[in-house]
């Protein structure tokens, strides 16, 4: 079975930075490509960014609104997804989710707030 | 980016009665490798969204033969043949032909 679990979401004030993490099961986690899409309270899916795979380069692709504050990595090792986020304002408030498009996690809430 | 617009963006349905959703697409979703880059979304009250539809027109594993997907380019259509009170929820359609990656607005649909 497909899993992806998110975790690391908390409060955190604004200008604060977060790490949150996502682990996947029952899938060759190496060879996903892998999105964040983020869920503000009562609104719709806003996707955030992406990582490729390692064998079709790795890299990883932003929305504008968070180009410059929020990394996106990968543990292939680990099976496990990364996204770090810095400058964080009170917008950013959501849940995250990690998803391959087909599965996605349960997601992981995120406040910022003073 | 390319912009989707869902419509309506919410409706009533009886149970057993079908329903429809339209998305437009600001841009064509079709690739030159043939496939077109449109999916459908539903997110039930409380859970993250799950897959209904891929490419257009195809179901995802376990989805039930009352979702069709249908169109082409810029237009799609999600039809659901007979409304069952587990359908309640937010649909989405998706386009990830582009960077970014974008989402319609979202209808929510409900049961009478």
């Known amino acids: 079975e497909v899993q992806l679990v998110e975790s690391g979401g908390g409060l955190v004030k604004p200008g604060g930075s977060l790490r949150v993490s996502c682990v996947g099961s029952?899938?060759?986690?190496?060879?996903?490509?892998l999105s964040w899409v983020r869920q503000a309270p009562g609104k719709g899916l806003e996707w955030i960014g992406r990582i490729k795979a390692k064998t079709d380069g790795g890299t990883a692709d932003y929305a504008a609104p968070v180009k410059g504050r929020l990394t996106i990595s990968r543990d292939d090792s680990k099976n496990t997804l990364y996204l770090q986020m810095l400058s964080l304002k009170t917008e950013d408030t959501a849940v995250y989710y990690c998803?391959?498009?087909?599965?996605w996690g349960q997601g992981t809430l995120v406040t910022v707030s003073s | 980016d390319i912009v989707m617009t869902q419509t309506p963006l919410s409706l009533s349905v009886t149970p057993g009665q079908p329903a429809s959703i339209s998305c437009k697409s600001s841009?064509?979703?079709?690739?030159?490798?043939?496939?077109?880059?449109f999916y459908w979304y539903l997110q039930k009250p409380g859970q993250p969204p799950q897959l209904l539809i891929y490419?257009?027109?195809n179901r995802f594993s376990g989805v039930s033969d009352r979702f069709r997907g249908s169109g082409s380019g810029t237009d799609f259509t999600l039809k659901i043949s007979r409304v069952e009170a587990e359908d309640v929820g937010v649909y989405y359609c998706m386009q990830t032909i582009q960077l970014p990656i974008t989402f319609g607005q979202g209808t929510r649909l409900e049961i009478k």
């Open positions: 029952g899938f060759t986690f190496n060879d996903a490509w």
């Open positions: 490419e257009v027109s």
């Open positions: 998803t391959t498009g087909h599965q």
């Open positions: 841009q064509s979703l079709l690739h030159s490798d043939g496939k077109t880059f």
